[in-house]
């Protein structure tokens, strides 16, 4: 009997393999450790305790190189490959990359990032700042407020939530157009129509910029201002519903901005009272007490708050396979990480899917690094 | 050092009597049986092991229906094989849809995974030379013949075949008859313009929504299908003989005017609001006249709601004739497999026609065989479904690079439909990038 015939057998020396492995791994890099503070002169005791300290973080260390560190090379080394799987590995060079440049789905899925983070991010940033103003106040059962108000976070993206989502969003029973429809019938309609005619108008222009034909943005402008009969088509499907997609995944994105609000109410909390009793004393109201106190104060936690926010974008994926179907109607959510997937385990294009990879680290590097270099213009520290 | 020796010897015991207490638990050893004495007679390259040899068989399954199914599989069918091969233990590994690709990917690149594995209709193209021939076993199972010509498709690779259609769902159109009279229609449409025309004269607007809609082809995932489905029809294959696309033939033009001209019917303007969420079949609610789908968007069979509803196979430009898609999921055998012979046995014991009926009665599907089609397919609906199955049916088959054409055209159709490009840009952008998906993929010089 082979032991691949059992797959309990195979199970468990398997695991026992591993754990020899780990061992033997352990104590090799554990003796080269103790050897370099040998070399340098360390004292017994110094030697001892760098054994052992290496002996035992090996488990981690190991981790990071099998599973962290030699697969990024690894996906390094095939992003300039053809890798398909179980096909011979043929190296292309840049190829790849240079594909990449041309491929309008990954074009497309950069300018739907481009729309999260222009729009989507800034007004997450306001939610989250909006419900930790709000919760920063004395009252009562503050704390369970602030549990209730964080939980969209644990949901958000989960499949039943989303889901529920998509029920509430439905254009033409959904409870949200309910309310609209609701406003609608009143003299608010007009704040109703404005909301639909900036919101189709700005999602037009960023699909005309992408497709560099301005023609949807005419047919817009042709429909007019919109009249007390129109509501949003979120998550729409038909003819020009789709500019609908992306602005239904920022409403889901404010109403989870909870973790966004725990750092506001982290930095809130810093904020000295001393500054707000100086300032109503000079006579500043609660505007200017915000404008020049609050944000200024809370900049490091906008800060975080945007860079997080922004690479979060390049990162959604659940809404483009729950929401809609195939990343919706033209594409509207198809964001990176979700193409990533697509090319990857969907077209099987490995190496094409290792090299997209590398392009989204740089452009997450990129982002930040002009941020900490803008930064230093409106980022204020307390401690400098 | 004394101390650290000590502590690696007391953590590896520790680690080995864990190990000891999960002791591998093996099927005793079975005594033979006639048939394998009759087995034993076989060619030794194609007989399953013998007695003596314990076969672990490895079957990936899609499991639709969790403890239904695969209850029925575990404690029916497989004590049922093994009385046939008592030395074969049958391990199920349970995937989904969302990570089938993934793990057989996995699979393949290992070279080491399930004997069996579940694939969808358009899979032979991507698998096609890593799946086990089979021709020479089927011959000697002498049952192939019983099965659906179209899904026998789905499942042959350069004139072998790969595996065994295990499902199937076929697409057809089913019209609602009660209101197609009231709109002043005499039958279902069969034509473009007849659809067209029911389309217009069906859908309801109010309110700046729709209440009511002529036609309904399932959405995004159905558009590109229908699309094919209706070129076929058209008589227009996929691929020219040199292997490259044919989206830039007349009927491939004529096959996208139509579904434009159509979605424009049921969607006169931009800032409509679509049919409410599902709840039930829109068929049986009133919500659509027509669909083009498979028999899960339609009222349950034995609904007394089927006397006023058609069942046809699609639409043509008036000359042709329209064909039936056939879906279907099938098993095969990867060529790694080292458990060939248990793994066509196994294979051969599931397709019997009472193990297909079971499973497909479970399930809500169709039997692939026609001999399988006893008990609840004995009802009008599912009967004639089949008679278009098998004289009209279509194989969604040899669909190369599937997963690409299938974005590619969703995209180009959606823009097309969308009025971002005409129909021109459209079948233009469709050729060219999907030529060069089968260029990249080595499909074509």
Redesign the interface.
């Known amino acids: 009997m082979q032991l691949t015939d059992s797959p309990k057998l195979f199970t468990t020396m398997w695991a026992i393999g591993t754990i020899l492995f780990i061992l033997v791994a352990g104590y090799i890099l554990a003796s080269v450790a103790k050897f370099v503070i040998r070399q340098q002169g360390g004292s017994r005791t110094l030697q001892e305790k760098t054994f052992l300290g290496y002996f035992f973080a090996s488990p981690w260390i190991l981790g990071f190189f099998i599973f962290v560190l030699g697969p990024s090379l690894m996906s390094l080394y095939w992003s300039f490959t053809n890798y398909r799987i179980s096909e011979p590995i043929v190296w292309v060079g840049l190829k790849n990359y240079s594909d990449l440049m041309q491929d309008n789905r990954f074009i497309t899925s950069m300018f739907n990032s481009l729309y999260m983070t222009v729009i989507g991010v800034p007004l997450q940033l306001a939610a989250g700042l909006g419900m930790a103003m709000l919760l920063n106040q004395k009252i009562r059962g503050q704390t369970a407020f602030r549990a209730i108000f964080y939980m969209p976070v644990l949901l958000a993206s989960s499949t039943a939530v989303l889901f529920t989502w998509r029920l509430m969003l439905n254009p033409n029973n959904g409870v949200i157009n309910t309310i609209f429809r609701w406003f609608n019938e009143t003299p608010l309609y007009y704040l109703n129509a404005s909301f639909i005619f900036l919101t189709e108008l700005t999602s037009a222009l960023l699909v005309a910029l992408q497709i560099r034909n301005f023609t949807i943005v005419e047919r817009i402008l042709s429909n007019g201002f919109p009249g007390p009969e129109r509501v949003p088509l979120w998550l729409g499907s038909e003819g020009l519903a789709f500019l609908w997609n992306k602005p239904s995944v920022v409403v889901i994105m404010m109403w989870s901005a909870g973790a966004m609000m725990i750092i506001y109410l982290a930095a809130l909390s810093g904020v000295p009272q001393s500054l707000y009793e100086a300032a109503e004393v000079d006579g500043a109201g609660p505007w200017k007490r915000f404008r020049h106190i609050t944000l200024p104060m809370i900049a490091p936690a906008t800060f975080y708050n945007l860079i997080i926010g922004m690479i979060a974008t390049l990162q959604i994926f659940e809404p483009a396979v729950t929401l809609v179907r195939d990343g919706g109607q033209n594409q509207s959510l198809y964001f990176a990480a979700y193409y990533l997937w697509r090319a990857t385990f969907r077209f099987n294009q490995i190496g094409y899917g290792a090299a997209m990879s590398w392009v989204l680290l740089i452009i997450v590097l990129m982002m930040t690094f002009v941020q900490f270099k803008l930064s230093n213009r409106w980022v204020y520290y307390e401690s400098e | 050092m004394s101390k ?1 020796l000590y502590f ?1 010897m007391i ?2 015991l520790v ?2 009597l864990a ?1 000891c207490n ?5 099927p005793a050893p079975a005594a033979p049986t006639e048939t394998e004495t009759q087995t034993e007679t076989q060619p030794e390259a194609e007989a399953p092991a013998s007695s003596a ?4 068989l490895r079957v990936m399954l899609v499991d639709y229906i969790p403890d239904v199914t695969d209850v029925w599989l575990e404690q029916e069918v497989v004590p049922a094989f093994q009385e046939e091969y008592p030395n074969v233990n049958v ?1 199920f590994v349970y995937v989904n849809w969302g990570t089938l ?2 793990t057989i ?1 996995g699979y ?2 290992a ?1 080491n995974g399930a004997d069996i594995i579940n694939l969808g209709s358009e899979y032979v193209a ?1 698998y096609g030379d ?1 799946l086990a021939p089979l021709n020479a076993q089927m011959a000697e199972w002498g049952e192939l013949d019983q099965f659906v010509p179209a899904t026998l498709d789905t499942v042959t690779w350069d004139g072998e075949v790969r595996g065994l259609p295990w499902l199937t769902a076929p697409r057809a159109v089913m019209c609602r008859t009660d209101t197609l009279t009231e709109l002043g229609f005499d039958g279902a449409p069969t034509t473009f313009d007849e659809m067209i025309a029911v389309a217009e004269a069906g859908t309801i607007i109010e ?4 209440v009511r809609q002529g036609f309904m082809a399932d ?3 159905n558009n590109w299908q229908e699309y094919l489905n209706i070129m076929n029809s058209l008589g227009a294959p996929l691929y020219k003989e040199d292997g490259r696309p044919n989206f830039d033939s007349p009927e491939a033009k004529a096959a996208l005017e139509f579904m434009n001209a159509r ?1 424009a019917a049921i ?1 006169p ?9 599902a709840s039930g079949s829109r068929l049986a609610t009133g919500e659509v006249v027509c669909r083009w789908g498979n028999l899960w968007g339609a009222p349950a069979t034995d609904d007394p709601l089927w006397e006023n509803i058609s069942l046809s196979a699609g639409f043509t430009d008036g000359t042709g004739e329209a064909t039936v898609q056939v879906f279907n999921d099938w098993l095969a055998i990867p060529a790694y497999s080292q458990n060939q012979a248990e793994a066509v046995a196994f294979l051969q014991f599931l397709g019997s026609a009472e193990n297909m009926n079971a499973y497909n009665e479970q399930f809500g599907s169709f039997p692939p065989r026609t001999d399988a089609w006893f008990g609840y397919v004995d009802n009008p609906i599912m009967q004639e479904m089949g008679r278009l199955m098998n004289e009209q049916g279509v194989g969604f088959a040899d669909v190369r ?1 599937t ?2 054409l ?2 590619i055209l ?2 180009e159709i ?2 097309y ?5 005409d129909v021109d840009t459209a079948l233009e952008n469709i050729n060219s ?1 999907y030529e060069a998906v089968l260029r ?2 080595g499909r074509i010089d």
């Open positions: 650290k690696l953590t590896l680690a080995l190990a999960t002791p591998a638990e093996q040899e314990q076969v672990n391990e690709d993934e990917q393949f690149a070279g991507e890593r309110n700046n929504a729709l959405g995004l995932l979605r969607m303007s931009d800032t409509i609001a679509g049919l409410p969420e690079e997963a690409q299938r974005d969703v995209a959606d823009a439909f969308s009025g971002l490009q990038q990249d993929a």
